[in-house]
């Protein structure tokens, strides 16, 4: 009867050859630092300017102080602002030009921020998704987690409410 040896864990097996890499570039680190402070002879700075005549070079000249200048004003091309067709004017841009507030994009730009980010790797999502690694729970379990919480949350929300509602009413 042979005895099947336990699959270890990618991830710890990963983690363990990290900090095996770490400590031998420590190490490494250890060693070069002990050859370059391997002089202890002190090194002594002076600030005091040396014997003799000290080339100074000339100041540059003070530029003269510029005049305030007015203000620029650039045109405002309102051509460029007001609808192309004027047949789409009267639904879409208001009489100065200006878009009006649209709101099925409002909507979609909602939906998209509310969707979040694409994936950069989606084979690793799916892999996630799928329970692949060992000691992670499956994505499909973390999203049924917060279905029910949010189901629970709603309930109560709704009895606290009709509760006030019943309480009001009276």
Do not use: C, W
């Amino acid at each position: 009867m042979a005895f099947s040896k336990k699959n270890s864990d990618p991830i710890s097996a990963k983690a363990r050859a990290l900090t095996d890499q770490i400590a031998a570039l420590e190490a490494e680190i250890k060693k070069l630092d002990a050859q370059i402070t391997r002089t202890p002879e002190p090194r002594y700075f002076s600030t005091v300017a040396p014997p003799g005549k000290t080339v100074v070079p000339p100041a540059a000249p003070a530029a003269p102080a510029a005049k305030p200048q007015e203000p620029v004003f650039e045109e405002v091309n309102r051509a460029r602002l007001a609808p192309r067709d004027p047949a789409e004017a009267p639904e879409i841009f208001n009489e100065l030009g200006v878009r009006k507030y649209d709101l099925p994009a409002l909507f979609h730009r909602l939906r998209n921020h509310l969707r979040g980010p694409t994936t950069s790797n989606p084979r690793l999502v799916n892999y996630l998704a799928a329970g692949g690694v060992q000691g992670l729970r499956p994505l499909r379990y973390e999203k049924r987690v917060a279905r029910n919480r949010f189901f629970v949350l709603v309930m109560v929300v709704t009895a606290v409410l009709l509760g006030l509602f019943l309480i009001l009413r009276r």
